[in-house]
C-alpha cells in the first residue's frame, strides 16, 4: 500500500478522532461545572452523590466504562443496540468520565478564591447568580487552564480506546493497516497525527491563557 493511501485512509479515521473529541468537550466540559457546583453544594445528599459520582469515575477503567455504556441497555431493557449506537456510546462514556475530572478541577479554582471577593460582591448587592458569573467564574477559568489542557490533550490520545466498542477511529485504522501490510510505518504516522493534533492543542490554549493574563 502506497503512502497516499495510508494517509487517506489515516484521514478518515482522524475524522473519527476529531468528532469523539469535540463532542466530548462539547458535553464534558459544562457537565463537569454543574458536577462541581453539586460537589459544593450545601445539601449534604446532593454532595454525597456528586462525590459518589466521581469517585466511580475515576476509580474504574475508562475501557469498561465505554462497555457499560454500550451494553448497559441490552442487559438492562433488552434494547437491541445498532451499529450506529457505537459511536453514541463513545461519546457518552467519554464525557461522563471526562466529566468527573473537570469537575474536581474546577472545584478547586472555585474554592481557592478569596472568601472576601464573595463577601464584597454581597456588599454591593451582586446576587449569587451576579457573583459567580462576574467575579468566579471568570477566575476560575483563568485558574482552571493548565490542568484543563492537560485533560483535553489526554483526551486525544484516549480517544484511541474506542477500538473496544468497534468505533474505527484513527489508531483502530492504523493498526489495521498495519496487520494487513506487516509494517509499523502506519503506526508511526498516526503518532505524527496525534501529536501535531496535541500541538495544535496546546497552542490554542497557551494563546487562551495569555489573553486571560489580566485575572492575576
Same mark, same amino acid.
Given at each position: 500500500m502506497s503512502m497516499s493511501n495510508i494517509l487517506s485512509q489515516l484521514s478518515e479515521g482522524m475524522l473519527a478522532t476529531c468528532n469523539i473529541f469535540v463532542l466530548t468537550l462539547l458535553f464534558s466540559l459544562p457537565l463537569g461545572l454543574v458536577i462541581a457546583l453539586g460537589r459544593m453544594s450545601k445539601y449534604r445528599l446532593l454532595r454525597t452523590l456528586t462525590k &459518589? %459520582?466521581? /469517585?466511580?469515575?475515576?476509580?474504574? @477503567?475508562?475501557?469498561?466504562?465505554?462497555?457499560?455504556?454500550?451494553? +448497559?441497555?441490552?442487559?438492562?431493557f433488552g434494547i437491541k443496540l445498532s451499529t450506529a449506537y457505537r459511536f453514541y456510546a463513545t461519546v457518552i462514556g467519554f464525557s461522563i468520565n471526562y466529566a468527573s475530572y473537570?469537575?474536581? &478541577? %474546577?472545584? /478547586?479554582?472555585?474554592?481557592?478564591? @478569596?472568601?472576601?471577593?464573595?463577601?464584597?460582591?454581597?456588599?454591593? +448587592?451582586?446576587?449569587?447568580?451576579q457573583t459567580f458569573g462576574k467575579i468566579i467564574f471568570p477566575q476560575m477559568v483563568k485558574r482552571t487552564l493548565p490542568p484543563v489542557t492537560n485533560e483535553i490533550i489526554t483526551l486525544v490520545k484516549d480517544t484511541s480506546l474506542a477500538f473496544v466498542l468497534a468505533y474505527a477511529e484513527m489508531f483502530t485504522i492504523a493498526k489495521q493497516i498495519a496487520a494487513a501490510q506487516t509494517t509499523i510505518m502506519p503506526l508511526f504516522v498516526a503518532g505524527i497525527f496525534y501529536y501535531l493534533f496535541n500541538l495544535i492543542v496546546a497552542v490554542v490554549m497557551e494563546k487562551l491563557e495569555k489573553k486571560l493574563a489580566y485575572y492575576q
Open positions: &459518589i %459520582y466521581i /469517585s466511580v469515575m475515576r476509580g474504574t @477503567p475508562l475501557m469498561l466504562q465505554l462497555l457499560v455504556v454500550y451494553f +448497559g441497555p441490552y442487559y438492562l473537570f469537575a474536581e &478541577i %474546577y472545584r /478547586s479554582g472555585i474554592e481557592a478564591i @478569596p472568601v472576601g471577593q464573595r463577601e464584597a460582591a454581597k456588599v454591593l +448587592g451582586y446576587s449569587k447568580f
